[in-house]
């Protein structure tokens, strides 16, 4: 990139200059001199705005707080900027014999980070980090539980606006990559704990160029009217879209409930809008993309125009594409139709999921999130029975976001730390469970039995001992008072619910699960089956930001007309600031 085109770029783009506080200077001021250019007509949402940055980018909020209820492994901290932020914080409650606690060998001072994404709404909730400040006495934060905590934007351990709260159980990582870090221990995570106190909405920034305040105005209003035409939330009186004027020109809209699993679908419908269309030159259009969705090259983004129609009529121009023979014109179809909430596309999408596996990932979070729940659950519970661990948790997920009291995944709260804990009555067994979002372990089976002869501990208090075949002593160890001693048969299900209920933790399960599925001197392991953690579809949604687009038929062909750049690419930060110079 030629430096003197990317100064060009940056000089004249209004999201930059709104970040240092700056008007553009560059920007149209409706002078004398100043001869604006007509607004065009008749164009995408994408050729008016942009997405800004708060669209594409997590959003950075901590603080300095303290972990309590560890097991002698704590440390004093010796630098006295952390020490001073939680004394302050532990002065507004009140909290006695502050220096006596921040010196106990069971508490650590710690900085904990959360990344708020692009969309969120008030209530959600995400995870957050937590780790040790440079120079930390503590030897390792296993067991920990994390004070109430309020985050914001920290500078210079200053606080800035609140977003979120957070405190409870903290969770080192167990997967084997992480045992053998050099920072074992010393790093965690709270899972689903930080709850967000406002909305983020996505903003839709205006190309500024060649127009004057008024006409910004108007094009802002346009673009509300024409997404609050598309996008009305249930139980609000307005839509989605919402005009502003300072400190600039710019359109905010709330994420739609719809698209709350796929917030790249939803922005890239968004941009799919068609703006100053009246309705006789949207007829026209509409025949031109019943023609360009039947043509594999321009499938997806006549799928995504029709999708960001108002009413029937985009509907009715998909369901001819789900008769096509070719799979990719099929399935672009069907998922805009699920979006849409219309029925008919439960198959489609999950024969999808089974036969490719660059479109699975899209195909279940457009049954995630079509309407009519009947179909949508004949369409993923038959997944659950799939041989590919990935597909079968994928769908349990779905069923999961749809209802989580679905007979098939209905399950309950284990233990202290209320685990997530579902017991599916399927063919092949397999056990997962999460290291993100949430604390959940899932058995794919009712039957599941170890191998014996195995010893393993369940975190350092409980000791799991399967020497006959059918049965199993699970022992918790209580230094200076009786053993707690439990005899059951031998089943991993009624394992797990006697570690819960010898007052195991999330960690102390999934530690023991590690060791069930770690070979044995003998060469086996005590797991029968396969083990897998974090294997579901989400964070793994299609990106619409490039230009081209893989799992085209002919994947050479750009979407868009030729030198034209499409919505993908318009939508692109990285677009941005490429010069066009050879």
Same mark, same amino acid.
């Given at each position: 990139?030629?430096?003197?085109?990317?100064?060009?770029?940056?000089?004249?783009?209004?999201?930059?200059?709104?970040?240092?506080?700056?008007?553009?200077?560059?920007?149209?001021?409706?002078?004398?001199?100043?001869?604006?250019?007509?607004?065009?007509?008749?164009?995408?949402?994408?050729?008016?705005?942009?997405?800004?940055?708060?669209?594409?980018?997590?959003?950075?909020?901590?603080?300095?707080?303290?972990?309590?209820?560890?097991?002698?492994?704590?440390?004093?901290?010796?630098?006295?900027?952390?020490?001073?932020?939680?004394?302050?914080?532990?002065?507004?409650?009140?909290?006695?014999?502050?220096?006596?606690?921040?010196?106990?060998?069971?508490?650590?001072?710690?900085?904990?980070?959360?990344?708020?994404?692009?969309?969120?709404?008030?209530?959600?909730?995400?995870?957050?980090?937590?780790?040790?400040?440079?120079?930390?006495?503590?030897?390792?934060?296993?067991?920990?539980?994390?004070?109430?905590?309020?985050?914001?934007?920290?500078?210079?351990?200053?606080?800035?606006?609140?977003?979120?709260?957070?405190?409870?159980?903290?969770?080192?990582?167990?997967?084997?990559?992480?045992?053998?870090?050099?920072?074992?221990?010393?790093?965690?995570?709270?899972?689903?704990?930080?709850?967000?106190?406002?909305?983020?909405?996505?903003?839709?920034?205006?190309?500024? /160029?060649? $127009?004057?305040?008024?006409? %910004? =105005?108007?094009? #802002?209003?346009?673009?509300? &009217?024409?997404?609050?035409?598309?996008?009305?939330?249930?139980?609000?009186?307005?839509?989605?879209?919402?005009?502003?004027?300072?400190?600039?020109?710019?359109?905010?809209?709330?994420?739609?409930?719809?698209?709350?699993?796929?917030?790249?679908?939803?922005?890239?419908?968004?941009?799919?809008?068609?703006?100053?269309?009246?309705?006789?030159?949207?007829?026209?259009?509409?025949?031109?993309?019943?023609?360009?969705?039947?043509?594999?090259?321009?499938?997806?983004?006549?799928?995504?125009?029709?999708?960001?129609?108002?009413?029937?009529?985009?509907?009715?121009?998909?369901?001819?594409?789900?008769?096509?023979?070719?799979?990719?014109?099929?399935?672009?179809?069907?998922?805009?139709?699920?979006?849409?909430?219309?029925?008919?596309?439960?198959?489609?999408?999950?024969?999808?999921?089974?036969?490719?596996? /660059?479109? $699975?990932?899209?195909?279940? %979070? =457009?049954?995630? #999130?079509?309407?009519?729940? &009947?179909?949508?659950?004949?369409?993923?519970?038959?997944?659950?029975?799939?041989?590919?661990?990935?597909?079968?948790?994928?769908?349990?997920?779905?069923?999961?976001?749809?209802?989580?009291?679905?007979?098939?995944?209905?399950?309950?709260?284990?233990?202290?730390?209320?685990?997530?804990?579902?017991?599916?009555?399927?063919?092949?067994?397999?056990?997962?469970?999460?290291?993100?979002?949430?604390?959940?372990?899932?058995?794919?089976?009712?039957?599941?039995?170890?191998?014996?002869?195995?010893?393993?501990?369940?975190?350092?208090?409980?000791?799991?001992?399967?020497?006959?075949?059918?049965?199993?002593?699970?022992?918790?160890?209580?230094?200076?008072?009786?053993?707690?001693?439990?005899?059951?048969?031998?089943?991993?299900?009624?394992?797990?619910?006697?570690?819960?209920?010898?007052?195991?933790?999330?960690?102390?399960?999934?530690?023991?699960?590690?060791?069930?599925?770690?070979?044995?001197?003998?060469?086996?392991?005590?797991?029968?089956?396969?083990?897998?953690?974090?294997?579901?579809?989400?964070?793994?949604?299609?990106?619409?930001?490039?230009?081209?687009?893989?799992?085209?038929?002919?994947?050479?062909?750009?979407?868009?007309?030729?030198?034209?750049?499409?919505?993908?690419?318009?939508?692109?930060?990285?677009?941005?600031?490429?010069?066009?110079?050879?």
């Amino acid at each position: 990139m030629k430096r003197r085109a990317f100064l060009s770029l940056l000089l004249c783009t209004p999201f930059c200059w709104s970040l240092m506080g700056c008007k553009n200077p560059l920007a149209p001021r409706g002078g004398n001199n100043f001869q604006a250019k007509p607004i065009p007509r008749n164009r995408l949402l994408a050729d008016y705005a942009t997405p800004g940055g708060s669209s594409w980018n997590y959003f950075v909020v901590d603080n300095i707080s303290i972990v309590s209820e560890l097991s002698g492994t704590g440390g004093v901290e010796s630098d006295s900027r952390y020490r001073q932020v939680v004394r302050n914080s532990l002065q507004r409650d009140e909290i006695k014999n502050i220096d006596q606690w921040l010196d106990s060998p069971t508490t650590s001072i710690v900085h904990v980070k959360g990344k708020i994404p692009p969309g969120i709404l008030k209530g959600e909730t995400f995870d957050v980090e937590v780790t040790l400040p440079p120079g930390s006495e503590t030897t390792s934060l296993r067991g920990g539980w994390l004070y109430k905590t309020s985050l914001s934007e920290m500078q210079d351990f200053h606080s800035g606006h609140t977003w979120a709260y957070v405190k409870g159980p903290l969770l080192l990582d167990p997967s084997d990559e992480n045992k053998s870090r050099a920072d074992n221990g010393k790093r965690a995570t709270v899972l689903g704990k930080a709850v967000c106190m406002h909305d983020r909405d996505f903003t839709l920034t205006l190309d500024r /160029e060649g $127009r004057n305040e008024g006409q %910004l =105005a108007q094009v #802002a209003s346009e673009i509300e &009217q024409r997404i609050n035409r598309r996008f009305k939330i249930p139980g609000e009186p307005t839509g989605v879209a919402k005009a502003k004027s300072q400190p600039s020109v710019s359109v905010d809209v709330k994420m739609h409930p719809d698209y709350r699993v796929a917030p790249n679908r939803y922005l890239a419908v968004l941009l799919s809008i068609r703006c100053f269309e009246n309705e006789t030159e949207q007829t026209k259009r509409l025949e031109e993309l019943k023609n360009e969705l039947l043509d594999p090259s321009t499938s997806l983004l006549a799928a995504l125009q029709l999708e960001a129609l108002s009413g029937k009529a985009g509907a009715e121009s998909l369901n001819e594409g789900l008769k096509s023979p070719n799979e990719n014109i099929r399935f672009y179809s069907a998922e805009a139709l699920a979006y849409m909430s219309k029925p008919g596309v439960g198959e489609i999408l999950a024969d999808i999921t089974r036969q490719n596996l /660059e479109k $699975r990932a899209s195909a279940i %979070l =457009a049954l995630t #999130a079509m309407g009519s729940n &009947q179909e949508a659950m004949e369409s993923l519970v038959p997944l659950l029975a799939e041989d590919d661990p990935s597909l079968r948790y994928s769908a349990f997920w779905a069923i999961w976001r749809r209802d989580p009291e679905h007979p098939s995944i209905r399950g309950e709260q284990l233990g202290k730390d209320q685990v997530n804990y579902h017991v599916l009555n399927t063919r092949q067994p397999m056990v997962h469970v999460l290291k993100s979002r949430r604390n959940e372990i899932v058995l794919f089976s009712q039957n599941i039995a170890l191998n014996g002869p195995f010893v393993g501990n369940a975190g350092p208090q409980i000791m799991v001992d399967v020497a006959a075949p059918n049965q199993v002593k699970v022992v918790r160890v209580n230094p200076g008072g009786i053993n707690s001693t439990r005899i059951i048969p031998n089943s991993l299900d009624t394992i797990l619910r006697a570690i819960a209920e010898l007052s195991g933790s999330y960690q102390d399960m999934l530690d023991f699960l590690g060791e069930t599925n770690t070979q044995q001197p003998n060469g086996q392991r005590a797991l029968t089956c396969q083990y897998v953690i974090d294997a579901d579809v989400q964070g793994k949604e299609r990106s619409y930001s490039s230009g081209m687009y893989a799992d085209q038929e002919d994947d050479t062909k750009t979407i868009a007309p030729p030198k034209k750049k499409s919505v993908f690419e318009r939508i692109n930060p990285v677009t941005w600031f490429a010069s066009e110079d050879p």
